[in-house]
């Protein structure tokens, strides 16, 4: 699993798309850095308080943590999605298989290899852009770790389930379901805020359902929570129409929702190692 594993970031660090992705998220960095020092130091000049810089530089924050997220899903699916059906289709898992290596093994090794890779783009971004902003406008998040990490965990879990649908689909079609996928939960997300504002319990039911199905939105709303100062819950509150707002998290995901995700991944995993069993090579 460890050789495969290997293997799978070689081959990752080949690829241009990769690099390309990396080149952008630079350029893309430094741009936000530039852009933030701008607005900050027009906000000084027409009077704006501390406070209210704080405030505006977390919202340009969460906003890009928002496009960063997608940049990362399809990053996910671009690294996920031709990691076993391309070796499928070209006869490169049957020779690897031929040999005593077994299909849970060389499944997980590919798992884990892209994991390592999604997982260090996004640590890296996303430091990175942290810390630009923190440079250039005086604004940390206070755990900066917290974002970084429930980054890093929506990544891992839209991984999992494209290599799942890898050992079924063709490469396009398996990435292409894993992105839309991800678009709805966090739509559905939107919605059950919008339903726990208005009192619509049946949105709020399919949105709760929709986290358990996928749970990539409700980890997004741990990235939202942790870059936000600490003063806003208790300026905005945590009831009535501040809940249907996507941008906004009164609360911390709770510890079940995180061993929830845990479990949801090994669960993808054991499912995909089944499939992949099953499959006539």
Excluded: H
């Excluded at 995180?258 to 099953?278: D, N, Q």
């Amino acid at each position: 699993m460890i050789t495969i594993a290997r293997l799978t970031i070689g081959e990752a660090a080949r690829r241009r798309v990769l690099w390309v992705l990396v080149v952008l998220a630079l350029i893309a960095v430094g741009l936000t850095g530039w852009g933030v020092e701008r607005l900050v130091a027009l906000a000084r000049e027409n009077g704006a308080g501390e406070l209210e810089i704080r405030l505006g530089v977390s919202q340009v924050l969460i906003f890009i943590a928002f496009q960063f997220g997608f940049v990362l899903a399809m990053t996910a699916a671009f690294l996920g999605s031709p990691a076993i059906a391309s070796d499928l289709e070209s006869g490169v898992a049957l020779a690897l298989l031929a040999r005593p290596l077994r299909r849970s093994s060389y499944l997980l090794g590919r798992w884990l290899g892209l994991a390592v890779v999604v997982v260090a783009y996004a640590v890296l971004s996303a430091a990175l852009a942290i810390g630009v902003v923190g440079l250039v406008s005086g604004y940390v998040p206070p755990n900066p770790l917290v974002p970084v990490a429930f980054l890093a965990g929506q990544a891992v879990v839209l991984l999992s389930l494209t290599l799942a649908l890898s050992t079924k689909l063709p490469p396009i079609g398996g990435g292409a379901v894993a992105v839309v996928a991800f678009g709805l939960a966090w739509f559905a997300g939107v919605l059950g805020g919008v339903g726990r504002a208005l009192g619509a319990d049946t949105l709020t039911s399919i949105a709760e359902a929709t986290r358990l199905f996928l749970p990539t939105d409700g980890l997004w709303r741990g990235v939202v929570y942790g870059l936000e100062p600490p003063f806003i819950v208790g300026i905005v509150g945590g009831e009535g129409f501040a809940e249907g707002n996507p941008f906004f998290a009164s609360s911390p995901p709770p510890i079940a929702f995180l061993v929830w995700c845990i479990a949801w991944v090994v669960l993808v995993l054991g499912l995909a190692i089944v499939a992949l069993r099953r499959r006539e090579l």
